[in-house]
Nanobody
């Protein structure tokens, strides 16, 4: 129903910025929510930020509030994550996720998302 392809990862020094993109293919207008997750080595995948594709409401994990901004284009086919003031602890594989479920709301639980990209690596050095 939808395919997700992330891009924009890379290596940056602490304090720097990166902008991740997620291109969605398929029935994007029917999507309810899109989100960014991340997973560091030996750690659980955790929610970073989510956007409701209809009204554009957003929600963030506490550890990125004030530093990261999630957004989407008008066609709801591209999701972005602007990451500023990056820290070494932000080093992880970042994944784009999407759901058609209306009851998902602004969830940051990975179990609420059925569609996933393959990820893009972000490495922040001190």
């Amino acid at each position: 129903q939808v395919q997700l392809v992330e891009s924009g990862g890379g290596s940056v020094q602490a304090g720097g910025s990166l902008r991740l993109s997620c291109q969605a293919y398929g029935y994007t207008y029917s999507l309810s929510s899109m989100a960014w997750f991340r997973q560091a080595p030996a750690k659980e995948r955790e929610g970073v930020a989510v956007i409701g594709t209809g009204a554009g409401s957003t929600s963030y994990a506490d550890f990125v509030k004030g530093r990261f901004t999630i957004s989407q284009d008008d066609a709801r086919s591209t999701l972005y994550l602007q990451m500023d003031s990056l820290k070494p602890d932000d080093t992880a594989m970042y994944y784009c996720a999407a759901t058609f479920r209306r009851d998902a709301g602004l969830s940051l639980r990975k179990s609420d998302y059925q569609h996933w990209g393959r990820g893009t690596q972000v490495t922040v050095s001190s």
